[in-house]
């Protein structure tokens, strides 16, 4: 490893200290001891160590103590009969009851106050955004254009949401690396097309007022802010890190206090693909390759935090983004164009039905895959810690090991609950969080609710649902 990517590697291991729950902090002040010595015993720097190391964990601190942001409306929920509920800036629900309320409104407790920010201007449009896909494509079709375009995903049913999550596809409806790679690599082909000089660079420039109009997520931020610089570098320099790379947008991402779950996620996505990919390899392998190191390397995060897992989401991933990418494009053109031409509406909408079509059957096909184990912390931590020691060390061929072995284990020590008779409430059974989570370890039981969907008898196949408004209809067998 290379000087600069292992400085960069230590003063993102200490910028994450003053940010981080105090059950993480061991493990990363290990990594961060590791590679400071590693660093030292190399390059005999102490000064650099020492100064660099004070600023990683001074700025960070500062900025999370002095940041003062108001929370606001999001996205505003109807269910029907009159009943609205307000989501917010800090993930809260909040009904609305007998009040004019906009998406941008500053929230007080359970009030709310007109704004007439630029923030919450952009809210609106993208609102309307939506608003105007609605009306042109059927849903749930429009539903999934608004999440992989405008980040809005709070209209996708949980039959859907759970179909991806369960195939191992759900990070399609998050707007992250994928989604910013591949419209910025779709206007740099068009720029090449105009035989503009640095296509790639211009390409970056472009796309940045669009951004704000997918909410400007922690994952939109960082992913854009990764892509501009590997672009900018390859097209001016002759040498580019990628790793260089990924930890200063790694670090901007931890000094505007964005770093969350979302974006350990991604950052380990994208590590996995740059350290596991070489130049010599061929076009299949290489595939196989940015879909399984992913897989395995978010592995842990997602076994400790959620417990589910498709054993071949690397083989359903590879599938589903070969009709994903024209139907992103595709939604995204029709955005830009504000939803006026009907001929791409329609092409839009058909991507749509065809790539959503083939997300159920990729859940058909593989939901035999599904694991269902819900790991320790000390678990997910030191298999994390293992993968990352491997990099610095330079032991790469061995770094998807860990994973791996993890992934066994898992499968190997799943505990089902089988043969038991439940009853969950109805709001419970049918929730997206349910069954693409806890519902998965229930195995032969027979589940009683007040209320069941069809789709939850589809996803939880293994049991025998009985909804207790059909039972109660039954005529009696008694004379």
């Known amino acids: 490893m290379k000087r600069h990517e292992l400085f960069m590697f230590f003063l993102c291991s200490v910028a994450l200290i003053p940010i981080s729950p105090e059950k993480f902090i061991p493990f990363i002040l290990i990594f961060a001891f590791a590679t400071g010595v590693l660093y030292f015993y190399r390059f005999q720097s102490a000064k650099e160590l020492l100064l660099g190391g004070l600023i990683a964990f001074t700025l960070p601190f500062a900025a999370k103590h002095f940041e003062k942001e108001k929370e606001i409306v999001v996205w505003i929920k109807n269910y029907g009969d009159n009943y609205q509920v307000a989501i917010t800036s800090k993930h809260r629900y909040i009904p609305i009851k007998n009040q004019d309320v906009n998406v941008g409104d500053i929230v007080l407790g359970k009030n709310f106050l007109p704004n007439e920010s630029l923030k919450a201007e952009i809210l609106r449009l993208r609102k309307r955004l939506y608003e105007k896909g609605e009306e042109k494509i059927d849903f749930p079709i429009s539903a999934i254009c608004g999440a992989i375009t405008l980040g809005i995903r709070y209209e996708i049913p949980p039959s859907i949401k759970s179909y991806f999550v369960l195939n ?6 998050a707007i992250s690396g994928l989604h910013i790679g591949i419209i910025l690599g779709a206007v740099a082909f068009i720029l090449k097309l105009l035989k503009l000089r640095k296509p790639w660079s211009k390409a970056a420039i472009l796309i ?93 995060v997602i076994l400790y935090q959620f417990g589910t897992v498709n054993v071949i989401s690397f083989l359903t991933s590879i599938i589903a983004e070969f009709l994903f990418t024209p139907f992103l494009i595709a939604t995204f053109i029709s955005n830009l164009t504000g939803w006026h031409f009907n001929f791409l509406n329609k092409l839009t909408e058909f991507l749509g039905f065809i790539f959503l079509k083939l997300e159920q059957i990729l859940f058909l096909l593989s939901k035999s895959f599904v694991t269902y184990n819900k790991i320790t912390l000390t678990a997910s931590a030191i298999t994390i810690l293992i993968t990352l020691l491997l990099i610095i060390f330079e032991k790469r061929k061995f770094q998807l090991i860990p994973a791996t072995l993890l992934l ?53 196949h293994r049991n025998t649902l009985i909804d207790k408004r059909v039972e109660g209809r039954k005529p009696s067998t008694h004379k």
């Open 208 to 300: 940045l007022p669009l951004l704000p109009l997918t909410g400007f997520s922690p994952s939109v931020v960082r992913s854009y802010i990764f892509l501009s610089l590997l672009s900018i570098g390859m097209e001016n320099y002759r040498k580019v890190s990628p790793l260089y790379l990924l930890g200063v947008a790694m670090l901007i991402t931890i000094l505007l206090n964005k770093f969350n779950l979302s974006a350990v996620l991604s950052f380990l996505a994208v590590l996995g693909i740059i350290t596991t990919l070489t130049e010599k390899e061929n076009r299949i392998l290489k595939t196989i390759k940015v879909s399984l190191a992913p897989m395995l390397f978010t592995l842990p």
């Open 168 to 173: 191992g596809t759900y990070h399609l409806l």
């Open 408 to 460: 066994i284990f898992a499968i190997v020590t799943q505990h089902h609950t089988t043969e038991k008779k439940l009853e969950i409430p109805g709001w419970k059974l049918n929730s997206f969080f349910f069954l693409s989570t806890e519902g998965q370890k229930y195995e032969n039981c027979k589940i009683i609710s007040n209320y069941v969907f069809p789709y939850a008898r589809k996803i939880l």
